[in-house]
């Protein structure tokens, strides 16, 4: 008996999924160059927001992190997002993966992580936005904190618009604001040439100076920060025309665009401005140099990039939302959509109504809390993506990450590592954060067992939907909106007889 079971374990490593073939694709939806902009703003959005890993780390080991983290974070990611959102392609992805992958226990206590994470993540753009724009803001506002913080609203409210004009109007004007933002940072790295001196490149904190030592804590946890997001775009996946393509070119282009997005900025930053004064708001002041009108320039396109990224997220974090209303896990009233635009307008208002609040704590604060409940999410999204491989191995899958089971193991175990190493860091550092961290896994455990006491289950036509193993859906054609409607069958691209039906 032992020997069977190992010589079945050996033989499962050894193998690797068939790659389902895809006959047609949706009509309409998000195409590649659509959904690299989103993914830019998931990840993203431009290179504010990371000044503060120069102060914390010094710039050597700030541009040696930035240069190796896609290898051991960015593409795993992205692969893993790309497997699992093609094989489960329904709005809300990584909430369905962990629920599918590891039960809806598990499942359900990664929804509430998400949430969480969501939130933070959000609040995270007003902060930066204000500290940008104060370069041109009146005293009246910079000086005041609550007009600070009343000014840092209005990248929510913009947000909050486009979201409630849909999906597509959202992949439109993050290919737009992509644009708009990256123009003065180009214009910033080509005056600043001349003054490249890599000598500065090389300086690293001095670990014996408790002052000038590396803050390990905030620094892992604004460089995980600045390049996680890839796995959001899996809760766009129901919304995306041809995800079996156009995952995997977007997330080729969008890890090469962020990698020099972040490195080329700082690279000429550093020999303009003394590490050691590197904080939000840096390359505005980096810029001083070379006149008023590129730090008013830099600022406008960080206030654009702060309304992109909020807006990216915000659409995901409000799919998520109603697809777990759509599971009952929630009240069904965060899955109300608009009826012509078929948006979820309250799930949408209520992640920016969560978000405005914790936007009042400290940036540092903030940052370090959201590294640490999404380091645990992102842990449960790689196990549930090798635990797939091994309990539904027929589980068609128009993409996958070309590794044996053995090699998968293999290649998610840094990310992975990385992620227990980011929680242990942060909670170690902070015991507001692992208070906050631990309630949150306790509340939704607690939550997950008192509906099972209440005898709640969840819509049995949408569960039976995302846990479909041929891809039949139990919806009528004509109740399957090709956009926004998250109870499709998230088998629509499983079919392995007759090819994609949608």
Known sequence: MLVSKMNKTIQWLRTKPEIASVQAIRVGGLGTAELVGIMFFFTCGGPYGVETIVRTAGPMISMAGIALTPFFWCIPMGLMSAELATAIPADGGNILWVERGLGPCVGFINGLLRVATGVADLALYPIISVRYMDLVLPDSIVDDDTNRYLFGLIVVVIAWVLNVLGVDAVGRA????????LMPYIVFVGVSIPDINTRKWSVVPNPDDADLGVDWPVFLSVLLWATAGFDDAGSLAGSVKDPARSYLSGLIITVILVMLVYLLPIATG????????????????????KGHWLQVWIAFAVFTGCVGSFNSLLCADAMALKCMASLRWIPSCFSYSLPKLDTPVLAITVMCIAASVLGLFDFEFVIQLETCLLSMSIFLEFLSCIRLRYVEPTLARPFVIPL????????????MALCVFAVVTVVASEVTILIAAVGVVILAAALYYVRHL??????????????SPSGNSPFPDDERNPLLEVQRSAGGLNQVDGGLVL
């Not at 209440?454 to 995302?466: L, R």
């Open 174 to 181: 993050a290919l737009i604001l992509t644009i708009l933002i």
């Open 404 to 415: 044996s089971n053995a090699g998968l193991i293999a290649f998610f175990f840094p990310p």
């Open 270 to 289: 550093v020999c303009l401005l003394d590490w050691q004064e590197w904080d939000v708001g840096a390359f505005k002041n980096a810029a001083e140099s």
């Open 454 to 467: 209440c005898g709640i289950q969840s819509d049995p036509n949408f569960y039976d939907a995302i846990h």
